[in-house]
């Protein structure tokens, strides 16, 4: 019942025949982007400080769920 191989190929030729094979290489391009760089603030944030504390909601929920950082903040 899952999607065969000659369905997902017409699905893809009509997203070809739609958008042309630029502009798909150019939306490429830019979400690989920015997947890299999501990556990178990931790393550079782990090295910073690791993975800040999480608060957790209370029994009257007058505490917003976040993240606590206790760096201090640089000037």
Do not use: H, Y
Request: charged share 30%; aromatic share 4%; glycine share 14%.
């Amino acid at each position: 019942m899952g999607i065969s191989i000659w369905q997902l190929v017409i699905v893809l030729l009509i997203v070809a025949l739609l958008f042309g094979t630029k502009k798909l290489r150019n939306i490429g391009g830019d979400l690989g982007g920015a997947i890299k760089g999501f990556k990178n603030a990931v790393k550079e944030g782990e090295k910073e400080g690791g993975t800040p504390e999480m608060l957790t909601k209370s029994a009257d929920k007058s505490v917003i769920e976040g993240e606590i950082d206790k760096s201090k903040d640089k000037v």
